[in-house]
């Protein structure tokens, strides 16, 4: 099964309603942190 252009963008929609704007600014920075250290 493949994930196509709308299936991505209808889960970042669905994320983005659950978390909030705050939570996803947060967690993108705690993911780039945490990026940066596994490299």
Same mark, same amino acid.
């Given at each position: 099964m493949s994930v +196509?252009?709308?299936q991505i963008i209808l889960i970042v929609l669905i994320i %983005?309603? %659950?978390f +909030? #704007?705050?939570k996803i600014s947060s967690f993108m920075a705690d %993911? +780039? #942190?945490g990026m940066k250290a596994f490299k």
């Open positions: +196509g252009p709308w %983005l309603l %659950l +909030g #704007k705050g %993911l +780039g #942190k």
